[in-house]
């Protein structure tokens, strides 16, 4: 059927060959079926798209998605999502939500995507940094890095006499987030320099890159950097209030909502009717900090750093292993930290170098989280050392 073809260009990339490739040296030919989903680079599967949010209630995206195309979450009751799913380079990129009692920041994107020949994939966060350090951008706006390791390439015969006669084919991508459309047209530009290195932004990348890897070989951009306005930035679920546990003998309950949005606060209540020491907060979905009715009980008020840590790794710490760890690190007494808590998520898959030295391919995504005690202030300073954890 003409009218659901999807326009693709199929490229042999050849090293050390004498004379260029006839054309037509490699006939294609295509038939139609209805079994299995394509997934060249014009095509994405829509069913991988996962939906964000207690209000969410499936996708109305296709089962074969054509590149370009969106598609987002649906939600009870008639509410309209937060954000799209997009087929971009043969991968389902971007996120849709439908909050319900979670909290989202929108705002625009930049997507790019390169095609790069090198020994390896590095790994995510230390491209995550290479690609922040390139564009001269803050890390946190870059997200949704990946990088997918393809078939085997040969090498051409300089690389081979430098001890390297093949390589992989990688598919590099990720997304910055901006803080409006004229942020993002600032950015586009230097994006698209990413894979020339005769620009300075090409030049920090391709340098970066050829001192992480064995062998990096040529880089290119398999899309011109796209951007999307009206996106989801981040996106919190909501915390259960009803698991605030108040202090003090003077306590009757919470204040607490049962669905509280992220950064909310409530506090204990009182019988006596004085105010409450200290509040809850909900924060990246788990409810933090202490709140009390002292009554005849003597409470210590001091100022908190609050800080929580996204982690893969093979099984979670004990709390006092994370307490004395971090008291290291941030080099800060012990008794100084506080509050400290691992919670094991889904299954994560490794890279090809991380799992050989795992010795298998999985492992676990966690998330940690704790307080550091401190006063008004040595609270900037905390901040700045919290912040240069990860």
């Known amino acids: 059927d003409p009218s659901c073809a999807v326009q693709v260009t199929f490229r042999e990339a050849c090293w050390g060959a004498g004379d260029d490739l006839p054309r037509d040296a490699y006939p294609v030919s295509l038939r139609a079926t209805e079994d299995g989903v394509g997934t060249s680079l014009g095509m994405c599967r829509g069913d991988v798209a996962q939906p964000l949010g207690d209000g969410s209630n499936g996708t109305n995206c296709p089962s074969a998605m054509v590149e370009g195309t969106t598609c987002a979450a649906q939600c009870n009751y008639g509410a309209i999502p937060n954000g799209t799913f997009i087929c971009f380079a043969g991968k389902i990129r971007l996120e849709s939500v439908c909050p319900g009692h979670g909290s989202v920041m929108i705002g625009d994107k930049v997507l790019f995507t390169l095609a790069a020949v090198a020994s390896k994939c590095l790994k995510l966060e230390r491209l995550r940094t290479i690609l922040a350090n390139a564009l001269e951008v803050d890390r946190d706006i870059v997200k949704g890095v990946f990088c997918k390791a393809g078939k085997q390439v040969q090498l051409p015969e300089d690389a081979r006499l430098a001890g390297q006669s093949t390589a992989r084919g990688l598919t590099i991508g990720g997304e910055l987030n901006t803080g409006g459309a004229s942020e993002a047209l600032d ?145 800060e007494d012990r008794d100084a930290i506080d ?52």
């Open 187 to 331: 950015l586009l530009p230097r994006v698209a320099q990413l894979p020339n290195k005769t620009t300075a932004v090409g030049n920090r990348f391709a340098t970066a890159l050829a001192g992480a890897a064995d062998y990096m070989g040529p880089i290119e951009q398999l899309h011109r950097p796209l951007h999307v306005p009206d996106q989801v930035l981040e996106f919190q679920e909501p915390c259960r209030g009803d698991l605030a546990r108040p202090l003090g003998e003077d306590s009757k309950g919470t204040d607490c909502s049962t669905a509280m949005a992220e950064r909310s606060t409530c506090a204990a209540k009182c019988d006596s009717g004085a105010a409450a020491k200290g509040a809850f907060m909900c924060l990246a979905g788990t409810i933090r900090l202490k709140s009390a009715c002292t009554g005849q009980g003597s409470v210590i008020m001091r100022d908190k750093v609050l800080f929580t840590l996204s982690v893969v790794a093979s099984d979670c710490p004990s709390p006092q292993q994370l307490r004395a760890m971090l008291a290291v690190a941030l080099e």
């Open 339 to 390: 509050g400290m808590f691992c919670e094991v998520g889904e299954d994560a898959l490794l890279s090809e170098e991380d799992a050989h030295l795992a010795g298998h391919p999985m492992a676990k995504a966690l998330t940690i989280g704790g307080e550091a005690n401190t006063d008004t202030a040595g609270a900037e300073s905390m901040l700045l050392r919290v912040a240069q954890l990860p």
